[in-house]
């Protein structure tokens, strides 16, 4: 399976990063996406990607929660980062998509759960780098916390058919699912799927197998029984099972086509 959104660079891993990803290998984990934060977290990312190639995939971006005052500065690191790597290929053995170095523009977005101090810093940020997608043909990694619908807006704003992606961590309505689904995006689905009122009951019946993947957004939202703990890339089969009931399939074919759908984004 793959793992297609997972902050493995993060420093509660410090201590034991090594055995983490080991135990994610054994739980047959065949690729882990690292989404970027800012420009703090990028060199622990891409030595993650150096040491780990075609298996630990970078992706290059500026998350919503950090666009502050000087976001338009982050932003120029972020097309640095990416002219230089569409400029040497550094990851030139996978071919495609990845031998521009980057598998992704992410995460990127809006949150309006925690601040609302920089709402429209935060829009040109999420449509400067939607822009920086197109160029670069690459899809968008998407973090909508408490803003689905303020993000449907830029990206019908964009208005670009080309431009797809990923709603990271999704947890919202039937109704949002669909609208997802209707722009040409997919649904990334982690631990709230093994929460009690998560929600997710009430959508992933409803939806098809093909327009979801799986992540697990660890060191966050660690799935039950594990909620509340650090998660780690390990426990994506615990979300894959109780996915799998959920959609009444089992989790063999879940885990193979959520693997085909991570794969045509990338290759």
């Known amino acids: 399976m793959i793992e297609t959104h997972a902050h493995i660079y993060d420093e509660v891993f410090n201590e034991d990063r090594t055995q983490m990803l080991d135990r994610a290998f054994k739980a047959g984990i065949t690729q882990i996406w690292m989404p970027n934060c800012d420009h703090t977290t990028i060199d622990g990312m891409m030595a993650l990607a150096e040491q780990y190639p075609n298996v630990c995939l970078p992706m290059m971006g500026l998350h919503p929660t950090y666009v502050k005052e000087d976001f338009q500065k982050e932003l120029y690191i972020v097309e640095n980062w990416l002219n230089k790597a569409a400029q040497q290929q550094l990851l030139p053995q996978t071919g495609g998509k990845l031998g521009r170095g980057f598998v992704a523009i992410g995460e990127i977005g809006m949150d309006l759960y925690w601040d609302k101090t920089f709402v429209e810093q935060q829009k040109e940020a999420f449509l400067v780098q939607c822009h920086l997608a197109?160029?670069?043909?690459?899809?968008?990694?998407?973090?909508?916390?408490?803003?689905?619908?303020?993000?449907?807006?830029?990206?019908?704003?964009?208005?670009?058919?080309?431009?797809?992606?990923?709603?990271?961590?999704?947890?919202g309505t039937l109704e949002e699912a669909q609208k997802a689904i209707e722009l040409g995006f997919k649904l990334g689905i982690g631990g709230v799927a093994t929460?009690?009122?998560?929600?997710?009951?009430?959508?992933?019946?409803?939806?098809?197998?093909?327009?979801?993947?799986?992540?697990?957004?660890?060191?966050?939202?660690?799935?039950?029984?594990?909620?509340?703990?650090?998660?780690?890339?390990?426990?994506?089969?615990?979300?894959?099972?109780?996915?799998?009931?959920?959609?009444?399939?089992?989790?063999?074919?879940?885990?193979?086509?959520?693997?085909?759908?991570?794969?045509?984004?990338?290759?």
């Open 134 to 171: 197109l160029k670069h043909n690459l899809w968008i990694d998407i973090h909508s916390r408490s803003a689905f619908w303020e993000v449907v807006e830029l990206i019908e704003q964009v208005g670009n058919p080309l431009l797809k992606g990923i709603f990271h961590c999704f947890t």
């Open 195 to 267: 929460f009690k009122n998560g929600g997710l009951d009430k959508v992933l019946p409803y939806i098809d197998v093909e327009h979801i993947v799986l992540e697990t957004d660890c060191p966050y939202l660690a799935p039950v029984p594990y909620r509340g703990k650090r998660n780690e890339v390990a426990y994506i089969p615990i979300i894959a099972q109780k996915v799998a009931d959920l959609m009444q399939i089992t989790v063999e074919e879940l885990a193979r086509i959520t693997t085909q759908n991570a794969t045509q984004m990338v290759y």
